[in-house]
């Protein structure tokens, strides 16, 4: 089992990034996946949610309205896209798939002027 982030790296504030998570053996489209973060110092927290088949999206009140969260599960594939990045975005940001437990390496999303 593998899931694999991407996408990640330093932006202005206003920028924009997509990130990308790639899984791999298991059965990706049957499962919600999440985009969790982690910032220095701080506890882990959820940043959004997707169901397995799409069309059903939940997302942190700090996000709300600047990230979406998709997937396309012929590409085994997760994405997260966030606009409009503040400083307090800044973290290490990790996929997760829910019911089994996953958890991807994280990539490094800094945002800075």
């Known amino acids: 089992v593998q899931l694999v982030e991407s996408g990640g790296g330093l932006v202005q504030p206003g920028g924009s990034l997509r990130l990308s998570c790639a899984a791999s053996?298991?059965?990706?489209?049957?499962?919600?996946m999440s985009w969790y973060r982690q910032a220095p110092g701080k506890e882990r927290e959820l940043v959004a949610t997707i169901g397995s088949a799409s069309g059903i999206e939940n997302y942190a009140d700090s996000v709300k309205g600047r990230f979406t969260i998709s997937r396309d599960n012929a590409k085994n594939t997760m994405y997260l896209q966030m606009n409009s990045l503040k400083a307090e975005d800044t973290a290490v940001y990790y996929c997760y798939c829910n019911t089994r437990n996953y958890w991807g390496q994280g990539t490094q999303v800094t945002v800075s002027s």
């Open positions: 053996g298991f059965t990706f489209s049957t499962y919600v």
